[in-house]
């Protein structure tokens, strides 16, 4: 019958947080070797493999990713034991690691983990870049899922999922303008601040102007919605914005909605990989977020604002 070692737990943690068995083996005061062979003793107790070598460094696998994580968590339940004798209060935590790319609204992703934030039991990790660096991040264990505006295609070698959350319509928005707003007219001598073109948003929006016969004046171009939201309170021209970025703004009036752009929609995906162990957490945060529409019928978008 398998069972579990606390030692070799202990040896185990210690060489992935050194990310080499020789530097583990002297913070434990253990020859390379011995050390060898109780990781090799705890990876036949639980019949997978918890390392592999990349580049002279021993890397977690995906098992030794979730078993590293309860590791953590039978050490933290031991110093609550530890704890509880001396009168205080265990907790135990489970922790969900997001990544969200710097494109997506701060006001979006505080209402998809608001619901997580009132539970005691849980820790929320918010680690914020660009889609590329996130995607490393995802496929090394280091987060159990990535936010985004763009879905990531799938194929047999990443086996990424991308789980539309939800979709809202573009706007728009300004301080109060003394002359009527008509769009598209308005936008020939209107300065206009844009996301960037690497916004799905953006290139939908440059094609609506180029079938309007418009080449818009732009007042700046920025790839990162809190500094969007910043500038479409500063700007005397206009911004192009999902309505959520600036719902504090729309609800003081310090911004008003000129036009609503029902031809372009901002949508935001959770894009997860294929694991055999995924977070329990990932599935209730996506599951929540995911109503599955009738056969036949158009998905009615669930607003954040």
């Known amino acids: 019958m398998s069972f579990l070692n606390y030692h070799h737990l202990r040896y185990f943690r210690a060489i992935a947080a050194e990310g080499n068995l020789t530097r583990a083996a002297e913070h434990l005061r253990l020859s390379p070797s011995a050390l060898s062979i109780q990781l090799g003793q705890l990876e036949e107790s639980l019949g997978q493999k918890l390392f592999e070598r990349r580049n002279k460094r021993l890397e977690l696998t995906e098992t030794g990713r979730i078993a590293l994580d309860y590791a953590e968590t039978i050490f933290r339940t031991g110093e609550e034991l530890l704890d509880a004798l001396q009168h205080r209060s265990p907790t135990r935590r489970q922790v969900l690691r997001i990544g969200a790319v710097a494109t997506l609204s701060r006001n979006f992703q505080l209402e998809l983990v608001r619901p997580l934030l009132a539970r005691a039991e849980v820790e929320v990790v918010v680690r914020t870049g660009s889609l590329r660096d996130l995607l490393v991040q995802l496929e090394a264990h280091t987060v159990d899922l990535v936010l985004s505006n763009l879905p990531v295609r799938r194929d047999a070698e990443t086996g990424w999922h991308s789980h539309l959350l939800d ?99 901002e949508s935001f995906y959770a894009i997860t990989p294929s694991r055999k162990f995924p977070n329990p957490l990932v599935r209730d945060l996506v599951k929540g977020m995911t109503p599955a529409p009738a056969r036949g019928a158009v998905r009615k978008p669930r607003r954040a604002a």
């Open 167 to 265: 979709e809202q319509e573009v706007s728009i928005v300004g301080r109060r303008r003394g002359r009527r707003f008509r769009f598209p007219d308005s936008l020939r001598d209107t300065p206009i601040v844009l996301p960037s073109l690497d916004s799905n948003v953006r290139a939908a929006f440059d094609l609506l102007m180029e079938q309007a016969g418009i080449r818009p004046i732009i007042a700046a171009e920025v790839d990162d919605m809190a500094m969007l939201r910043l500038l479409a309170r500063e700007t005397d021209g206009v911004t192009l914005v999902p309505p959520v970025v600036v719902r504090d703004e729309l609800r003081s009036r310090t911004l008003v909605e000129l036009h609503r752009i029902e031809q372009i929609r």
